[in-house]
């Protein structure tokens, strides 16, 4: 699988920003994919996922409530929607793919990742 994110950029604390990740992955096969993101100085950090259907997402308690995790598996896309973004926000986001279909939270969990994309929000 080959994934391509895309979305990410500078703005101001409040403000709104949504990420994209277009999945290379033949059609009907079983995925969950994740967004992670990695802050300077720290460590890779889990942000969000969604189950291979939709029906299941979940988030790291600092995103809550302002991030939203959305897929289209016709078009083999996953979304990160993000909203009352903070400087702590920060980070290059990256989205990954993980073969067993469910939520995983670990980075290890997943089989294949995207090359990054910078998000900067300026307080």
């Known amino acids: 699988a080959q994934l391509v994110e895309s979305g990410g950029g500078l703005v101001q604390a409040g403000d709104s920003l949504r990420l994209s990740c277009a999945v290379s992955?033949?059609?009907?096969?079983?995925?969950?994919m994740a967004w992670f993101r990695r802050a300077p100085g720290k460590e890779r950090e889990f942000v969000a996922a969604i189950n291979w259907d939709g029906a299941e997402t979940d988030y790291v308690d600092s995103v809550k409530g302002r991030f939203t995790i959305s897929r289209d598996n016709p078009r083999s896309t996953v979304s990160l929607q993000m909203n009352s973004l903070k400087p702590d926000d920060t980070a290059v986001y990256y989205c990954a793919l993980g073969r067993r279909g469910t939520i995983r939270y670990f980075a290890n969990d997943y089989e294949y990742w995207g090359q990054g994309t910078q998000v900067t929000v300026s307080s």
């Open positions: 992955e033949p059609t009907g096969n079983i995925y969950a």
